[in-house]
T-cell receptor, first 114, second 117 residues
């Protein structure tokens, strides 16, 4: 079974609008972490936001927020007020347990239209 | 701080050749990782290390070897390169926030683009 599933290979959003990128995960661990990374066309991996499994509030970092629904095992990324520079691949990732392994989804390519 | 550095940036190998991808971090992180990213795909974990002298396999370890003799360095060795190893390789490092909160986000190097022909 896939550990991380991103069902949207590509998405379009109008500049200044909000967009939600979907992510579901699969783990039987009680303690885990969820991450979102941005990969622009230049190829580097940029950390955006983190949510711990025991965190009761949804994480927010500037225009990024993580909609964490533990019972549904989903960790969707919400980008508010999209900008042209947000056009990139976005990867959801999970750290299973506290220490060891990270799993990445297949990514969502976001295109922001002017 | 330079963060995580990787060399080389690009490399072309012939089938059957061997090479070592270098990775160094200057943040004193205990945890280090090697990933490969095939075109249009996410990252797959090859090997990871939780400290000097300790390494373990990830999802796709076949055809690779690692060592971790120091905190800073985590080289990845490819023996007998095959076309299936054509990929972009990322090294990453991380640290432990606390035993309750686990590992923080990973800091990635710029990647090495490897082509095996």
């Amino acid at each position: 079974a896939q550990k991380i599933t991103q069902t949207q290979p590509g998405m379009f959003v109008q500049e200044k609008e909000a967009v939600t990128l979907d992510c579901t995960y699969d783990t039987s661990d009680q303690s885990y972490g969820l991450f979102w990374y941005k990969q622009p066309s230049s190829g580097e991996m940029i950390f955006l936001i983190y949510q711990g499994s025991y965190d009761e509030q949804n994480a927010t970092e500037g225009r990024y927020s993580l909609n964490f629904q533990k019972a549904r095992k989903s960790a969707n990324l919400v980008i508010s007020a999209s900008q042209l520079g947000d056009s990139a691949m976005y990867f959801c990732a999970m750290r299973e347990g506290n220490f060891n392994k990270f799993y990445f989804g297949s990514g969502t390519k976001l295109n922001v239209k002017p | 701080n330079a963060g995580v550095t990787q060399t080389p940036k690009f490399r072309i190998l012939k089938i059957g050749q061997s090479m070592t991808l270098q990775c160094t971090q200057d943040m004193n992180h205990n945890y280090m990782y090697w990933y490969r990213q095939d075109p249009g795909m996410g990252l797959k974990l090859i090997y990871y290390s939780v400290g000097a002298g300790i390494t373990d396999k990830g999802e796709v370890p076949n055809g690779y070897n690692v060592s971790r003799s120091t905190t800073e360095d985590f080289p990845l060795r490819l023996e007998l390169a095959a076309p299936s190893q054509t990929s972009v390789y990322f090294c990453a490092s991380s640290y432990l926030l606390s035993r309750d909160r686990g590992i923080n986000e990973q800091y990635f190097g710029p990647g090495t683009r490897l082509t095996v022909t």
